[in-house]
T-cell receptor, first 114, second 113 residues
Framework: GQQLNQSPQSMFIQEGEDVSMNCTSS?????WLWYKQDPGEGPVLLIA?????ELTSNGRLTAQFGITRKDSFLNISASIPSDVGIYFC??????????????FGTGTRLKVLA | EAGVTQSPTHLIKTRGQQVTLRCSPI?????VYWYQQALGLGLQFLLW???????NRGNFPPRFSGRQFPNYSSELNVNALELEDSALYLC????????????FGPGTRLTVL
């Protein structure tokens, strides 16, 4: 199936460190969403971005909608153990027919070492 | 609070059987999306319903189907189950076609033996 390129695939970091991850696409999107998923549960929406260049924060999380509209970035500052999980990006692709769908990234698995 | 309920939470079926999964969004939200997430993988878009109609469909065979009811709850049906259908099936709600930020339910874990 169709998925966005998300990197890194996984990362181990020390508590207190900052984390950066990104998503890239060959298509232009008009919305980017970032989610966190814990094992066996549904993804939880962290941040939604609706305009190219937009920079939005949610507590220690900051995400940006790339100006090319083909990428997005998520940063987590001062990580804590509960940040562990899988982070997914999702881009909204609008087709010429007017229909659209969200395409999800492959996920970044984050592990925080106390 | 995700504002989406899904049932059942877990399900075990055998190859060839049929299964129906259910999803209910909070009141006033007309759009429902279905995704398949195989173990350790990302989300694959299955179906999108809004105001009772199918609006878009992912690259899945016709044995994956569904519908949306007048109260905007939805069912996902999978016929002739195959082993590779084992996955977490996620339902997401959105307010409508224009305000389509998606909020996910807890999912239904389907195991096909």
């Amino acid at each position: 199936g169709q998925q966005l390129n998300q990197s890194p695939q996984s990362m181990f970091i020390q508590e207190g460190e900052d984390v950066s991850m990104n998503c890239t696409s060959s298509s232009i999107f008009n919305t980017w969403l970032w989610y966190k998923q814990d094992p066996g549960e549904g993804p939880v929406l962290l941040i939604a971005l609706y305009k190219a260049g937009e920079l939005t924060s949610n507590g220690r999380l900051t995400a940006q909608f790339g100006i090319t509209r083909k990428d997005s970035f998520l940063n987590i500052s001062a990580s804590i153990p509960s940040d562990v999980g899988i982070y997914f990006c999702a881009g909204r692709e609008v087709k010429a027919s007017g229909t659209y769908k969200y395409i999800f990234g492959t996920g970044t698995r984050l592990k925080v070492l106390a | 609070e995700a504002g989406v309920t899904q049932s059942p939470t877990h399900l075990i079926k055998t190859r060839g059987q049929q299964v129906t999964l259910r999803c209910s969004p909070i009141s006033g939200h007309t759009s429902v999306y279905w995704y398949q997430q195989a173990l350790g993988l990302g989300l694959q878009f299955l179906l999108w319903y809004d105001e009772g109609e199918e609006r878009n469909r992912g690259n899945f065979p016709p044995r994956f189907s569904g519908r949306q009811f007048p109260n905007y709850s939805s069912e996902l049906n999978v016929n002739a189950l195959e082993l590779e259908d084992s996955a977490l099936y996620l339902c997401a709600r959105a307010r409508d076609r224009a305000r389509d930020t998606q909020y996910f339910g807890p999912g239904t874990r389907l195991t096909v033996l």
